[in-house]
């Protein structure tokens, strides 16, 4: 199948600003579906609330738009009842860390068969600009004239903390390195989570003078720098790119179908 075979075209154009960084999102990921050949009738998407979460509008895939923060929850519960099907979830900084925060590190945790895309713009876009979770000190936004005092959540330390059995970082300017980070997140055995730094030139851009989108994306270039690299090692205060979980745990799916064997054998005897 073809990149376009995966889109619902009757709904473009989409609604997200110019220059926003989701829509570059999006090509990494149907580009990684692609490339992986999957059927779009074993996708099922599931989305929360925010820019983000208009993504499942897009695709041809089963989708679910569901309640802020709760993404996640709707997810597992669809892969509790269909283990053989892909789940696919887009998030926001509030629909993963902040009011989906408790859902996220107890998905990690239980390590079931999810990819959780997370699409940091460090912003809450469609409401108007609010600081989120992601933002961290000293931005500016509609709910801090005078600065933001928070410090930020690292979604890399969260998500190996919490248990996540793969973890990778990526941006919108790396979109080839994204498109192979999503493969493989989606082809792990696990819960996998690809953050991905995205651009909102509207609200975060222009109240923190990052400039407009072609800007921020070199920023992401400039600010960035693969793990293991010179550039990083040289730089630690860079931003690391790159896979740094991977591993093999026992998933949550295939461990409650042993509970429930084991009970049926009990049952028997």
Same mark, same amino acid.
Request: proline residues 4%; positive net charge; hydrophobic residues 40%.
């Given at each position: 199948?073809?990149?376009?075979?995966?889109?619902?075209?009757?709904?473009?154009?989409?609604?997200?600003?110019?220059?926003?960084?989701?829509?570059?999102?999006?090509?990494?990921?149907?580009?990684?579906?692609?490339?992986?050949?999957?059927?779009?009738?074993?996708?099922?998407?599931?989305?929360?609330?925010?820019?983000?979460?208009?993504?499942?509008?897009?695709?041809?895939?089963?989708?679910?738009?569901?309640?802020?923060?709760?993404?996640?929850?709707?997810?597992?519960?669809?892969?509790?009842?269909?283990?053989?099907?892909?789940?696919?979830?887009?998030?926001?900084?509030?629909?993963?860390?902040? &009011?989906?925060?408790?859902?996220?590190? /107890?998905?990690? *945790?239980? +390590?079931?068969?999810?990819? $959780?895309?997370? %699409?940091?713009?460090?912003?809450?876009?469609?409401?108007?600009?609010?600081?989120?979770?992601?933002?961290?000190?000293?931005?500016?936004?509609?709910?801090?004239?005078?600065?933001?005092?928070?410090?930020?959540?690292?979604?890399?330390?969260?998500?190996?903390?919490?248990?996540?059995?793969?973890?990778?970082?990526?941006?919108?300017?790396?979109?080839?390195?994204?498109?192979?980070?999503?493969?493989?997140?989606?082809?792990?055995?696990?819960?996998?989570?690809?953050? &991905?730094?995205?651009?909102?030139?509207? /609200?975060?851009? *222009?109240? +923190?003078?990052?400039?407009? $989108?072609?800007? %921020?994306?070199?920023?992401?270039?400039?600010?960035?720098?693969?793990?293991?690299?010179?550039?990083?090692?040289?730089?630690?205060?860079?931003?690391?790119?790159?896979?740094?979980?991977?591993?093999?745990?026992?998933?949550?799916?295939?461990?409650?179908?042993?509970?429930?064997?084991?009970?049926?054998?009990?049952?028997?005897?």
């Amino acid at each position: 199948m073809a990149v376009k075979d995966y889109l619902r075209e009757r709904f473009f154009p989409h609604m997200w600003c110019p220059g926003c960084g989701h829509g570059t999102v999006l090509n990494a990921l149907l580009r990684a579906v692609e490339e992986l050949q999957l059927n779009k009738n074993d996708i099922v998407m599931t989305s929360g609330i925010g820019c983000s979460a208009r993504i499942s509008g897009y695709v041809d895939f089963h989708s679910l738009h569901t309640l802020h923060g709760r993404a996640l929850a709707f997810a597992t519960g669809v892969k509790l009842s269909k283990p053989d099907l892909k789940l696919l979830v887009p998030m926001g900084d509030g629909d993963a860390l902040a &009011i989906g925060g408790n859902h996220f590190i /107890h998905a990690c *945790r239980r +390590n079931i068969d999810i990819t $959780a895309i997370i %699409m940091n713009n460090r912003i809450y876009g469609m409401t108007g600009g609010q600081f989120s979770p992601l933002s961290g000190p000293d931005k500016k936004a509609t709910t801090a004239p005078y600065l933001t005092i928070d410090a930020e959540f690292d979604i890399v330390e969260v998500s190996k903390a919490a248990g996540a059995t793969f973890v990778a970082r990526s941006t919108t300017y790396h979109v080839k390195e994204a498109t192979e980070m999503l493969k493989k997140a989606i082809s792990h055995k696990g819960f996998s989570v690809v953050e &991905i730094l995205s651009q909102c030139p509207t /609200h975060y851009g *222009r109240k +923190n003078r990052e400039g407009d $989108a072609v800007q %921020m994306m070199t920023g992401y270039r400039d600010n960035t720098a693969k793990l293991g690299s010179k550039a990083l090692a040289d730089n630690p205060s860079l931003i690391p790119r790159g896979i740094f979980v991977d591993q093999a745990r026992p998933e949550y799916c295939q461990e409650y179908d042993n509970i429930i064997a084991k009970a049926s054998r009990n049952r028997a005897a």
